[in-house]
């Protein structure tokens, strides 16, 4: 396992805001040599503690988005009932985030869709045919006042 000493966890803070920094002005900003910082980027991304880059892109301008937060009850409590309702949220292009949680709900699900319309079909012909789910709540999304995804 990787050591997450006090570089390792400014580099990876540095990172998480910019992805696509030069290393050298990485390792200007860590206080290392070039040689040093690359050497432990490397070694984070090897390890797995760095799974990728990746482009934030802001739908709102490329499209109108409506983002929705779906809590979802499951009818069972068993193992399969959550890996097969996880196995069709990672096959729906609509769900962003998936997230297992604690609390009165099993689930909290990020949908993106272009249109209500979208989220309806979505809703009926997806999420509304799961026989491990028991209720879903949704929450239109008005506006996001913080969303860390957004740094760049």
Do not use: W
Request: aromatic residues 4%.
């Amino acid at each position: 396992m990787t050591q997450i000493d006090a570089v390792n966890s400014q580099i990876l803070s540095v990172l998480e805001r910019d992805g696509r920094m030069s290393n050298i002005d990485l390792a200007s900003k860590v206080g290392l040599s070039p040689s040093a910082c690359l050497r432990r980027v490397q070694e984070l991304e090897r390890s797995g503690v760095i799974k990728g880059y990746r482009a934030v892109i802001d739908r709102s301008v490329i499209g109108d988005v409506i983002t929705i937060f779906v809590t979802v009850s499951l009818s069972g409590q068993l193992k399969k009932d959550a890996l097969d309702f996880e196995r069709a949220m990672n096959a729906a292009p609509h769900v962003k985030e998936c997230h297992n949680v604690t609390g009165s709900v099993e689930y909290l699900l990020r949908v993106e869709v272009q249109d209500l319309a979208t989220y309806k079909e979505f809703h009926s012909n997806v999420l509304g045919v799961l026989s491990q789910v028991s209720s879903m709540t949704s929450h239109i999304c008005l506006g996001s006042s913080k969303d860390v995804r957004d740094l760049v």
